[in-house]
């Protein structure tokens, strides 16, 4: 059983800062890449940011030069900082992880819980 735990979410003021977490348990054999998606009232799911095993990263572009998306694959934990916030990116943010819980089986993409993120005066 796979479960990945986020954490960070919360009210903020423009121009704020705010960093989610998200850590990865359970019976994992290893993790591809890792990414973060939002989801706002009366849209689709969007990409915001991706990392690959290697370090490799793609972002979304309305949050180019303002979050920064890491990992630490010890801790199996992925991270997003994001600077600069506006009220635009209000909303529930999802992290995504593809991975292996055994060898010589296919990847799967697992799912957090989502987690609240609110920008307003």
């Known amino acids: 059983q796979v479960q990945l735990v986020e954490a960070g979410g919360g009210l903020v003021q423009p121009g704020g800062s705010l960093r989610l977490s998200c850590a990865a348990s359970g019976s994992i054999f290893s993790i591809n890449a890792m990414s973060w998606y939002r989801q706002a009232p009366g849209k689709q799911r969007e990409l915001v940011a991706a990392?690959?095993?290697?370090?490799?990263?793609n972002y979304a572009y309305s949050v180019k030069g303002r979050f920064t998306i890491s990992r630490d694959n010890a801790k199996n934990t992925v991270y997003l900082q994001m600077n600069g916030l506006n009220p635009e990116d209000t909303a529930v943010y999802y992290c995504?992880?593809?991975?292996?819980?055994?060898?010589?089986?296919?990847?799967?993409?697992?799912w957090g819980q989502g987690t609240q993120v609110t920008v307003s005066s």
């Open positions: 990392i690959t095993s290697g370090g490799a990263t």
């Open positions: 995504n992880a593809d991975l292996r819980r055994r060898s010589f089986t296919p990847s799967y993409p697992y």
